[in-house]
Nanobody
Framework: QVQLVESGGGVVQTGGSLRISCVASGFAFARYSMLWYREAPQKEREWVATITPAGDGAMYSDSAKGRFTVSRDNDKNEVYLQMNNLKPEDTALYYC?????????????WGQGTRVTVSS
């Protein structure tokens, strides 16, 4: 059974840093890209970052570029998002996602989210 569990959220001050994690199980983790999304209160969920299966490529939203870094450890089935120079507008629930997991039909899976709050 596919499971994604995020952790590492918390409260930080403007300009601070935080690293959040997502542990995956139930599928061939190293064969899939992994994505990070976030959802601020009363706003639509937005894409933040993507990392390729081998961890050799990454893409970021305009708001994340230059501040966030996505990485993964395929031996641990874990993906990370390092967030630096945090701003109040980064406050949101952060979710990891795996797209198109093989099955009948193929499905996307989401974690439960971890909360990040940036004060000021």
């Amino acid at each position: 059974q596919v499971q994604l569990v995020e952790s590492g959220g918390g409260v930080v001050q403007t300009g601070g840093s935080l690293r959040i994690s997502c542990v995956a199980s139930g599928f061939a983790f190293a064969r899939y890209s992994m994505l990070w999304y976030r959802e601020a209160p009363q706003k639509e969920r937005e894409w933040v970052a993507t990392i390729t299966p081998a961890g050799d490529g990454a893409m970021y939203s305009d708001s994340a570029k230059g501040r966030f870094t996505v990485s993964r450890d395929n031996d641990k089935n874990e993906v990370y998002l390092q967030m630096n120079n945090l701003k109040p507008e980064d406050t949101a629930l952060y979710y990891c996602k795996v797209p198109g997991v093989r099955g009948s039909p193929s499905q996307d899976y989401w974690g439960q989210g971890t909360r990040v709050t940036v004060s000021s």
